[in-house]
């Protein structure tokens, strides 16, 4: 036996790893200023107390910020990958009708940065506060040797419930409904991996004043959905448009229906610059073309679910054809 | 614009991915036997009716393999990083008292391998049918230049729920009660930096044949919670004893109290090889010594809530010294 093997010898602080989830706790509590967790923080998991419910479903969701991550570390911009990571879960959640409740990150990194951490989870913290989703958790892993140096890796899970009635049930959309989408604020947390070989075939494409603005964290949609249910909108499904784009995730709520969709070109500053490498055929396969968000209410709702939202507009309509047809028109 | 850009060019095929979706459904339906999600796998979130509970609470953790996945890659022992994965998440909802309904994982890669990728969801799913936990989900990102070649990032999430009434409450944890610690198959997931730094510092301490052994999935405790639950045997408090050993693991349930705990030296082939180069002071604060899972009970329950399970122990009682004391007998 020799005391020259230790846990904190070998690059992992436990100490530290502690100190960190003091802090952390205040973060967490500017999340609680609705709703709040039933048992207090540093057990073994999160609860919250259901029971007022009278036939409560729970929904979940998990997703990362994909290669973004890379470009948001180059450019210090932890806020906005902690935003990203919040928002990619909690509109998921939100697609189903449910009210997102509980949020956990895991954060995987060489060695605990608590300066960094901190502003990851300071980014997330605002984004859930805005949307009543609590920071309920979750676990920060120093991996020496594991992940490399400069890197994050970032996952995130979220949970919410729904009175079973208010289950969204896309099952009802009927030939003649219409898409409504709502804006996005730029390429969100997709389609980063074909950004960046475009940039790195051109550099100097994006200005450097245009970065922050280039790299908007992904949208909360909460919003919209609190708005179409105060004007009883009949919404027969949502979409958070993600990696696959306009078709792929309109395809998985149209059970064999199809779409026509008409979206005028995306002109949006450093966007566009970037879009102008990809044919329009790609493009829409891949990223979200200014909408990230797609409500499919009834023709004669279709209004009413577009006025009250800034930029959202009537995109196209369900039809019989079987696929997802995106005109980008000019 | 030009056709020089695609997404798949740029190291991300959706449709390989949309093909590993349909394999992964087989996997999840294997952990449905008992009961099933409420809305098909692939809308955005996955959803689980609790309408038939009185007063539902949900609990939720999240957790990784930590760096253990160094050493079962390098192993090719995937299934076991798919089990590490379920059960330190899993054992973290069993110790509320709830029970677990639903897990979801979170994969980065650099390249989809849909052969490994099977084989580690593989591992989750046989651990998850077990416990009758739902396989609901998770992401699967395809992360090229960000995960390192040779490297899985592994980060998993669950969701469970009990009975308001059911919860466990640490806070009726006295004077006097004593701790029935449970057997752990070997290190389970935790305490790896320090061991391979170990390793590294002696090459062939474990033998080719001892590897398997060594590196033994993390149990799951779901029999122990059903087995004092059947007996009617006074739950005071659960812990799942992982990074911080003991001490820091039976701190945060004793809210101010302390432990006086006497353990057998731990002699499981190669771990008592590694253990013999650390100090037991540190290797107490770091692995788990042989005990995977602690349960606090009333001292006239400690025989009944220990003899019904193989292995399993009455290691201590509960003092007031507001310090937990590992003593490692000889």
Not at 32 to 50: H, I, N
Not at 84 to 91: E, F, K, P, S, Y
Not at 174 to 183: A, Q, R, S
Not at 238 to 257: D, S, V
């Amino acid at each position: 036996m020799s005391g020259e093997f230790t846990y904190k010898g070998a690059g992992v602080d436990i100490e530290e790893a502690a100190a960190l989830v003091g802090d952390i706790g205040e973060l967490r509590q500017s999340t609680e200023a609705k709703r709040s967790l039933m048992q207090s923080f540093g057990l073994f998991a999160a609860s919250y107390d259901l029971s007022d419910y009278r036939e409560p479903v729970i929904v979940t969701g998990c997703d990362g910020v994909g290669t973004k991550i890379e470009l948001l570390l180059e450019h210090d911009q932890l806020e906005i990958a902690g935003k990203d990571l919040v928002a990619m879960n909690v509109n998921d959640i939100l697609t189903t009708g449910g009210d997102p409740l509980m949020f956990l990150d895991y954060i995987g990194i060489g060695a605990i940065d608590k300066v960094k951490i901190k502003r990851l989870i300071g980014g997330m913290a605002e984004h859930l506060a805005s949307c009543d989703c609590i920071l309920a958790g979750g676990e920060t892993a120093e991996m020496p040797g594991i992940v490399p140096d400069g890197v994050i890796e970032l996952s995130g899970f979220c949970v919410g419930a729904a009175e079973k009635p208010d289950l969204i049930d896309p099952a009802r959309i009927e030939v003649g409904d219409k898409f409504i989408g709502y804006p996005s604020d730029g390429f969100h947390a997709n389609g980063w991996s074909l950004i960046r070989r475009i940039l790195e075939a051109n550099p100097g494409l994006i200005d450097e004043e245009e970065w922050v603005q280039f790299l908007a964290p992904t949208r909360l949609y909460h919003d919209v959905v609190a708005g179409l249910r105060e004007r009883s909108i009949d919404i027969k499904a949502m979409a958070h448009i993600t990696g696959g784009g306009l078709p792929e995730n309109l395809e998985r709520l149209l059970n064999g229906k199809g779409a026509d969709i008409t979206i005028p070109r995306w002109e949006l500053g450093a966007v566009a610059k970037v879009l102008s490498f990809v044919e329009d055929a790609e493009a829409v396969k891949t990223f979200n073309m200014g909408w990230g968000w797609v409500v499919v209410v009834p023709a004669s709702e279709a209004e009413a679910a577009a006025s009250f939202h800034e930029g959202a507009r009537i995109i196209g309509e369900v039809d019989s054809s079987g696929e997802v047809k995106v005109h980008v028109s000019s």
